[in-house]
């Protein structure tokens, strides 16, 4: 079966450009969790999306970052323009969202670098 | 404010050896926790916990969750090399019947030597 994809699992760029992270839920997950991780703060949410509609964006750190989800086997990431602080490691994990509680299961993630 | 802490936050052991790790959390609504286990990648999943008392096992691998005193605890017994990692403790908050948002703690990173 396949999991969560992401990609590019590297991305190393200048500040000021624009950097867009991409996602693949499992497919029947109606639940899409964007989060972040560096050493200082640990694993963060940033945004999560029910049935693609997002849901709590109060983790997203600023205007710079945006996401979507077009349809339900589909997210992105947008950084514009980006930063040096920006960099770290950004996981896409998605989750069935029901009644019963069901645990969320993580892509291999996309290690950014802003130079 | 939501917030789970873990420990301790590193642990050295010997294989053979059996470790213990805790997590306490406070949160405005529990659902459940959660364990995951980070090697070089993705956090994979090990236990959800929703229930005070019951214990979770896979193997060398067991955990149980305290709802009245706020905390859980992950039990690795006989560890080998191969158990060396961050292990992830998470709360997800809320009633509201979908998934939610996880909380994360810092993690314990587990060094299991030979």
């Known amino acids: 079966d396949a999991g969560v994809i992401q990609s590019p699992r590297h991305e190393v760029t200048e500040m000021g450009q624009e950097v867009t992270l991409r996602c693949k839920p499992i497919?029947?997950?109606?639940?899409l969790f964007w989060y972040r991780q560096t050493m200082m703060r640990g694993l963060e949410l940033l945004i999560y999306?029910?049935?693609?509609?997002?849901?709590?964006d109060s983790g997203m750190p600023e205007d710079r970052f945006s996401a979507k989800m077009p349809n339900a086997s589909f997210s992105t990431l947008k950084i514009q323009p980006s930063e040096p602080r920006d960099s770290a490691v950004y996981f896409c994990a998605s989750s069935f969202s029901g009644r019963k509680a069901q645990p969320q299961h993580f892509g291999d993630g996309t290690r950014l670098s802003i130079l | 404010e939501d917030k789970v802490v873990q420990s301790p936050l590193s642990l050295v052991v010997h294989e053979g050896d059996t470790v213990t790790l805790n997590c306490s959390y406070e949160v405005t609504n529990f659902r459940s926790l959660l364990w995951y286990k980070q090697e070089k990648k993705a956090p994979t999943f090990l236990f959800m916990l929703t229930s005070s008392g019951i214990e979770k096992k896979s193997g060398r691998l067991s955990s149980i969750l305290d709802k009245k005193e706020l905390f859980s605890i992950l039990n690795i017994t006989a560890t080998q090399t191969g158990d060396s990692a961050i292990y992830l403790c998470a709360v997800e908050p809320s009633l509201g019947g979908g998934s939610e948002k996880l909380v994360f703690g810092k993690g314990t990173k587990l060094t299991v030597n030979p």
């Open positions: 999306f029910n049935n693609n509609v997002p849901i709590d």
């Open positions: 497919s029947g997950h109606n639940s």
